[in-house]
């Protein structure tokens, strides 16, 4: 054994025990909490879908004439593909609503704040990403409804200002959906998002690394409570039990709920009701509350707001006796959000 | 305080070390157990699905083909065949459909109605009508032409190729002519070489060709 780790040693010549020390950061004791080891779920759930999609794309083939047909193969054909397709579909679920998840723990908790802005940006960033894998996502299976999905969206894309048409034209590949639009749609699903998202994730880790995760005290604690406990083995042990509750969960979700096929994507025919994936249920109801340009601009101030509120939180509890509108913001907007989704998804039209 | 003497304290000690080692073989068994599992769901998905990789082409009429007499049928994939009549019951029996690629080499085959065998002009391998090898070096190392499956339906002599998946939609065969020196897979190498080398010394001995080659 002894001969083996020389021989080992020799040729790479890194020692386990100095990576240890290097990576065992203390971490806050209240990571103990689970809620609090939230932001490792979307990054597990991120791996998920990398492993599945990639297994996904020996597969699909990215044409009108043929996606349909290959998504088809897959979830009928192909040995264990309606697995493999459910379990990715999930997951993307899953990792959406883990990621609104810890931004919104992140909020409550004001762990965004003097000197976390910049990662508080750098995850909005992740959030926008998430929700654009999505939408490609979703848009590739071509069924009528990812069709028509794909279409109404680079249509609400057209109506912005200025850019309106550049924005469309980039999105579809020409002015309409077209031979070379999911292609484009694949391209950014399986490549540009996922390896900006890996490099975000880098940076956002980086940081977190570099600042120490913020730290908590609760007052239900023991006097004799650390403040600490180590990476390894501990919280990795979190990571892990969290790893394999997640797999199990995926694992019954495709099997008692697995992806099915809609009709075949119809260009002719516009059906009677459009709904896209459920994250975006709050954009689309916002969209028809209050109509054209005024929706794209409200939400991209909306989107903004979100983006500079460290910035915008922090000149508030300077210059005005409001200290905890953040809460209130806070409160607020979830509120808006769970609202206009629960009603996009019961109603109708 | 963990205190030697005290048997309570040294149970408890024990229960928790046990405990211990109980999670973690279980947290391993779990590990191993559940991204195991996921990699072979992957294994066995990437692995091609076993479906029926054939496809039923129609090639001639039974009629067409006389008791003795060989047809040359190339599959949508280029692979040639030689379909020979050897009955006249009218049923597929009547028919065998041998791959004409030689198992020795890959040259091409031919059927020898006088002699009742197929043979390799390469290196004169022999095969009997069921295509087993019985000379050359096929014969030596028990080869035999791969087989075709054929069936007769109301006259129409039809047999399973595998299909050609670059092709897009249009799979379809051909009936060669008799001397059609196919080319494709399975094509005959040794033959080709033949005719290009015997191409050059018809070209060396004509005094023409020869000038020009001077002159270039």
Same mark, same amino acid.
């Given at each position: 054994?002894?001969?083996?780790?020389?021989?080992?040693?020799?040729?790479?010549?890194?020692?386990?025990?100095?990576?240890?020390?290097?990576?065992?950061?203390?971490?806050?004791?209240?990571?103990?909490?689970?809620?609090?080891?939230?932001?490792?779920?979307?990054?597990?759930?991120?791996?998920?879908?990398?492993?599945?999609?990639?297994?996904?794309?020996?597969?699909?083939?990215?044409?009108?004439?043929?996606?349909?047909?290959?998504?088809?193969?897959?979830?009928?054909?192909?040995?264990?593909?309606?697995?493999?397709?459910?379990?990715?579909?999930?997951?993307?679920?899953?990792?959406?609503?883990?990621v609104i998840l810890h931004q919104i723990r992140v909020f409550f908790t004001g762990a965004y704040r003097r000197p976390r802005e910049i990662n508080w940006f750098i995850g909005m960033c992740?959030?926008?990403?998430?929700?654009?894998?999505?939408?490609?996502?979703?848009?590739?299976?071509?069924?009528?409804?990812?069709?028509?999905?794909?279409?109404?969206?680079?249509?609400?894309?057209?109506? !912005?200002?200025?850019?309106? $048409? /550049?924005?469309? #034209?980039?999105?579809?590949?020409?002015?309409?959906?077209? *031979? &070379?639009?999911?292609?484009?749609?694949?391209?950014?699903?399986?490549?540009?998002?996922?390896?900006?998202?890996?490099?975000?994730?880098?940076?956002?880790?980086?940081?977190?690394?570099?600042?120490?995760?913020?730290?908590?005290?609760?007052?239900?604690?023991?006097?004799?409570?650390?403040?600490?406990?180590?990476?390894?083995?501990?919280?990795?042990?979190?990571?892990?039990?969290?790893?394999?509750?997640?797999?199990?969960?995926?694992?019954?979700?495709?099997?008692?709920?697995?992806?099915?096929?809609?009709?075949?994507a119809n260009p002719l025919q516009t059906p009677e009701v459009i709904k896209p994936e459920w994250f975006f249920y709050v954009a689309f109801r916002w969209l028809k509350l209050f109509g054209?340009?005024?929706?794209?601009?409200?939400?991209?101030?909306?989107?903004? !707001?979100?983006?500079?509120? $460290? /910035?915008?939180? #922090?000149?508030?509890?300077?210059?005005?006796?409001?200290? *905890? &509108?953040?809460?209130?913001?806070?409160?607020?907007?979830?509120?808006?959000?769970?609202?206009?989704?629960?009603?996009?998804?019961?109603?109708?039209? | 305080?963990?205190?030697?003497?005290?048997?309570?304290?040294?149970?408890?000690?024990?229960?928790?070390?046990?405990?211990?080692?109980?999670?973690?073989?279980?947290?391993?068994?779990?590990?191993?157990?559940?991204?195991?599992?996921?990699?072979?769901?992957?294994?066995?998905?990437?692995?091609?699905?076993?479906?029926?990789?054939?496809?039923?082409?129609?090639?001639?009429?039974?009629?067409?083909?006389?008791?003795?007499?060989?047809?040359?049928?190339?599959?949508?994939?280029?692979?040639?065949?030689?379909?020979?009549?050897?009955?006249?019951?009218?049923?597929?029996?009547?028919?065998?459909?041998?791959?004409?690629?030689?198992?020795?080499?890959?040259?091409?085959?031919?059927?020898?109605?006088?002699?009742?065998?197929?043979?390799?002009?390469?290196?004169?391998?022999?095969?009997?009508?069921?295509?087993?090898?019985?000379?050359?070096?096929?014969?030596?190392?028990?080869?035999?032409?791969?087989?075709?499956?054929?069936?007769?339906?109301?006259?129409?002599?039809?047999?399973?190729?595998?299909?050609?998946?670059?092709?897009?939609?249009?799979?379809?065969?051909?009936?060669?002519?008799?001397?059609?020196?196919?080319?494709?897979?399975?094509?005959?190498?040794?033959?080709?070489?033949?005719?290009?080398?015997?191409?050059?010394?018809?070209?060396?001995?004509?005094?023409?060709?020869?000038?020009?080659?001077?002159?270039?």
């Amino acid at each position: 054994m002894n001969a083996v780790s020389r021989w080992i040693g020799e040729r790479l010549p890194v020692s386990g025990r100095q990576f240890k020390e290097l990576t065992n950061e203390p971490v806050p004791y209240h990571l103990k909490r689970w809620w609090f080891a939230l932001g490792g779920t979307p990054a597990y759930l991120f791996i998920v879908q990398i492993f599945t999609g990639i297994l996904l794309a020996f597969y699909y083939e990215a044409a009108p004439a043929t996606a349909y047909r290959s998504v088809e193969l897959i979830t009928n054909e192909v040995a264990f593909g309606w697995f493999i397709r459910s379990v990715h579909k999930w997951a993307a679920t899953l990792m959406i609503a883990a990621v609104i998840l810890h931004q919104i723990r992140v909020f409550f908790t004001g762990a965004y704040r003097r000197p976390r802005e910049i990662n508080w940006f750098i995850g909005m960033c992740l959030l926008m990403c998430t929700l654009l894998t999505g939408f490609t996502g979703y848009s590739l299976v071509f069924e009528q409804l990812s069709f028509w999905g794909a279409t109404v969206g680079a249509n609400i894309a057209d109506t !912005t200002p200025l850019i309106g $048409p /550049f924005l469309k #034209n980039m999105m579809l590949a020409g002015s309409s959906y077209n *031979e &070379a639009t999911l292609s484009r749609f694949f391209i950014l699903h399986a490549a540009v998002l996922p390896v900006t998202i890996v490099m975000l994730i880098a940076v956002h880790i980086t940081v977190i690394r570099l600042q120490g995760v913020t730290e908590f005290r609760f007052k239900d604690e023991e006097g004799g409570t650390p403040k600490t406990f180590n990476f390894f083995p501990d919280h990795l042990y979190t990571e892990l039990i969290i790893g394999l509750i997640l797999m199990i969960l995926l694992s019954a979700l495709a099997t008692i709920f697995p992806a099915t096929m809609g009709p075949q994507a119809n260009p002719l025919q516009t059906p009677e009701v459009i709904k896209p994936e459920w994250f975006f249920y709050v954009a689309f109801r916002w969209l028809k509350l209050f109509g054209g340009t005024f929706a794209i601009l409200s939400m991209g101030f909306i989107i903004f !707001t979100m983006f500079t509120w $460290p /910035f915008i939180d #922090n000149w508030l509890r300077k210059h005005t006796k409001f200290q *905890e &509108a953040s809460v209130w913001v806070g409160v607020v907007g979830a509120l808006t959000v769970i609202s206009l989704t629960v009603w996009e998804a019961v109603a109708r039209h | 305080m963990t205190d030697a003497h005290n048997p309570a304290a040294s149970e408890g000690q024990d229960r928790r070390q046990f405990l211990g080692k109980a999670s973690r073989a279980a947290m391993i068994a779990g590990l191993a157990g559940g991204y195991g599992g996921f990699a072979a769901i992957s294994l066995r998905y990437l692995y091609p699905t076993g479906t029926d990789d054939r496809l039923w082409l129609f090639v001639t009429e039974t009629s067409r083909v006389r008791v003795g007499e060989s047809i040359r049928y190339r599959g949508p994939s280029g692979e040639t065949i030689n379909i020979t009549r050897q009955a006249r019951n009218g049923d597929a029996d009547d028919f065998i459909a041998l791959s004409s690629t030689c198992p020795h080499l890959g040259c091409q085959v031919r059927w020898e109605a006088q002699n009742n065998r197929f043979h390799c002009p390469c290196h004169n391998g022999v095969f009997d009508p069921s295509g087993v090898a019985i000379g050359g070096p096929p014969g030596d190392a028990g080869q035999q032409l791969s087989r075709y499956e054929l069936k007769v339906e109301s006259g129409l002599l039809s047999i399973a190729v595998p299909p050609n998946r670059l092709a897009g939609a249009d799979q379809k065969g051909e009936i060669l002519a008799a001397d059609d020196e196919t080319s494709g897979p399975g094509h005959d190498p040794c033959l080709s070489c033949q005719q290009i080398h015997d191409s050059r010394m018809a070209r060396s001995e004509d005094p023409r060709s020869a000038n020009r080659s001077r002159s270039t």
